[in-house]
T-cell receptor, first 109, second 116 residues
Framework: AQRVTQPEKLLSVFKGAPVELKCNYS??????LFWYVQYSRQRLQLLLR??SRESIKGFTADLNKGETSFHLKKPFAQEEDSAMYYC???????????FGTGTKLQVIP | GAVVSQHPSWVICKSGTSVKIECRSL??????MFWYRQFPKQSLMLMAT?????????EQGVEKDKFLINHASLTLSTLTVTSAHPEDSSFYIC????????????FGPGTRLTVL
């Protein structure tokens, strides 16, 4: 069975400071990893996925298969980054996605 | 991008009544939709996978007779909470894989259910 672990419930950083949201997963195959973001009073939306290897809103995430991690990083936090962030795993195809418990990022002005 | 809508956005009902929540894919067809439940300040818990034209697949611990799912068309799935109780109060969210962009799930805005 797959599992996604986000060890931090809350992460508070000052504006301009680096951000790293941790995500570890367990799955026997080669999954797809995602980061979703939920801003206050808005729906869940895709932030980025590992296969794209892209940077969205300054965020990046690298899949480390050796450490089974997919940490989300941003060099300089902005106030508008404050939101709930969920790491998610898809075994492949149209299958169900497993979500982590989420980390609330709070950027202090 | 693809859009998933839900109706209603919130509903309040009395204990013992049934409530139907609709999930629609507005500009794409979805053979598979997912229903999640989200408690305050907690993550999404998958309840069931809704398959167009066939029975839904429920996660362990989810009562299929209580949470009826119907996926009658490629753009509509419904979740009916039968004989609702206060403990069913929650935020229900649906999602769908876009057939035009297979590796992305699109989420509905959610439905807040409050059972009195």
């Amino acid at each position: 069975a797959q599992r996604v672990t986000q060890p931090e419930k809350l992460l508070s950083v000052f504006k301009g400071a680096p951000v790293e949201l941790k995500c570890n997963y367990s799955y026997s195959g080669s999954p797809e990893l995602f980061w979703y973001v939920q801003y206050s009073r808005q729906r869940l939306q895709l932030l980025l996925r590992h296969i794209s290897r892209e940077s969205i809103k300054g965020f990046t995430a690298d899949l480390n298969k050796g450490e089974t991690s997919f940490h989300l990083k941003k060099p300089f936090a902005q106030e508008e980054d404050s939101a709930m962030y969920y790491c998610a795993l898809n075994p492949g195809g149209y299958q169900k996605v497993t979500f982590g418990t989420g980390t609330k990022l709070q950027v202090i002005p | 991008g693809a859009v998933v809508s839900q109706h209603p956005s919130w509903v309040i009902c009395k204990s013992g009544t049934s409530v139907k929540i609709e999930c629609r894919s507005l500009d794409f067809q979805a053979t598979t939709m997912f229903w999640y439940r989200q408690f305050p300040k907690q993550s999404l818990m998958l309840m069931a996978t809704s398959n167009e034209g066939s029975k839904a697949t429920y996660e362990q611990g989810v009562e299929k007779d209580k949470f009826l799912i119907n996926h009658a068309s490629l753009t509509l799935s419904t979740l009916t909470v039968t004989s609702a109780h206060p403990e069913d109060s929650s935020f229900y969210i649906c999602s769908a894989w876009g057939t035009g962009n297979a590796d992305t799930q699109y989420f509905g805005p959610g439905t807040r259910l409050t059972v009195l």
